[in-house]
């Protein structure tokens, strides 16, 4: 119930069109109603399921381009969302992506000093950052990295490290600071780009949400 209301406390807050919309909640007997925006399409993992195909270029980057525009009005909200992802992105009919899930969000007033931050492991481990596996102070760069990962997930139906368990992925994206992937012959150069970037090591070098909205790729 704290999850849930933690939930209802952040979405409240936020109005945004790649933002999933809440329209309000309310209590009845020992039950907690939420009303949220419908999505008709589902999620863009359920998406990759009905094609049993991973999207092309185009396709992938305008639906990053919307995750990127939620993500940087978060971020400006001082909100990282801590678990983006294929099946957190809904579609709407006319093919729009919008954020949902924010059951793992966490609102910060300072970020990344010495003596605040956040250290707790929350997410799905194929999409998280290293920062967040090895356990020390992270930030919105966290997003970025998981931003990629959907990315390698719609180019190629699956995140990276896709091929290993789960304790296994957690060893290897803590200790090689990396994400393994193949992607589809021919990639463009702007596409390799834009995932190097997104998973730089070191999370104070990858670029902010803003600033990969104006990435090459998705303006190509």
Not at 151 to 169: D, I, R
Request: glycine letters at 6%.
């Amino acid at each position: 119930m704290k999850s849930i209301h933690r939930e209802v406390q952040v979405m409240s807050q936020l109005d945004h069109e790649r933002i999933v919309k809440y329209f309000g909640s309310e209590v009845i007997g020992c039950e907690l109603f939420i009303y949220l925006e419908y999505l008709p399409r589902g999620s863009i993992k359920d998406e990759l399921r009905r094609r049993k195909a991973q999207f092309c270029e185009l396709e992938a980057k305008n639906y990053m381009r919307h995750i990127l525009e939620g993500l940087a009005y978060l971020h400006e909200k001082k909100i990282i969302h801590r678990d983006i992802k294929g099946s957190n992105t809904l579609l709407d009919e006319d093919g729009n992506a919008k954020l949902a899930d924010f059951g793992l969000s966490k609102r910060i007033q300072t970020v990344k000093t010495k003596s605040t931050g956040n250290t707790t492991l929350t997410g799905t481990v194929h999409w998280m950052a290293p920062e967040v596996i090895v356990g020390i102070n992270y930030s919105f760069g966290a997003d970025i990295w998981s931003t990629g990962a959907t990315a390698v997930e719609m180019l190629t139906g699956n995140p990276p490290w896709h091929e290993l368990e789960v304790y296994q992925a957690i060893l290897q994206i803590g200790t090689t600071r990396t994400a393994k992937y193949l992607l589809h012959p021919n990639p463009s150069s702007q596409l390799l780009d834009f995932l190097e970037k997104t998973f730089k090591p070191m999370e104070e070098d990858r670029p902010t949400a803003v600033e990969l909205t104006a990435h090459p790729w998705l303006s190509m």
